[in-house]
């Protein structure tokens, strides 16, 4: 039997597959703030949680931009929605979460908007299009 060990190199081929990794599965991070009595006054002292960890549940961000990105960005109405969120991650929630979240991130929207709206109030010419619409054969 001959051995190709030291053998030359003649050609390579090669083949190319194009594919999703495995789908990105949820995870569940538990904080606890840890309370405790002074042993000389009596006085209670609890642990903080980090910023933004309000409430006993609640979504993470990652989520949160997916579930926005589904609906704001891809027009998928909320209860389908839902159903990719469980189809694709697993989750179950109902639409309300959603919408929540909508109201939130809008909210935290409001600054920047206003902000931009100053920066062009500023500027001499804002590129808008003025082009106007025939209406009733006139132009308006």
């Not at 390579?12 to 594919?19: A, L, N, P, Q, T």
Request: hydrophobic share 35%; proline share 7%; with cysteine.
């Amino acid at each position: 039997m001959r051995s190709l060990q030291n053998g030359d190199i003649i050609g390579i081929e090669k083949r190319h597959v194009f594919d999703l990794p495995p789908p990105p599965s949820f995870e569940i991070i538990e904080h606890q703030s840890i309370t405790k009595v002074c042993i000389h006054c009596g006085e209670k002292t609890s642990g903080i949680f980090p910023q933004g960890f309000t409430q006993p549940v609640q979504y993470g961000s990652r989520i949160k931009a997916y579930l926005s990105y589904f609906v704001h960005y891809q027009f998928i109405p909320y209860e389908r929605a839902t159903k990719a969120c469980y189809d694709l991650f697993g989750i179950s929630l109902s639409p309300g979460p959603i919408i929540n979240i909508t109201r939130t991130l809008s909210k935290k929207l409001i600054l920047f908007q206003e902000s931009v709206k100053n920066a062009f109030k500023c500027e001499p010419v804002i590129h808008n299009d003025k082009t106007g619409v025939r209406v009733e054969g006139k132009l308006n």
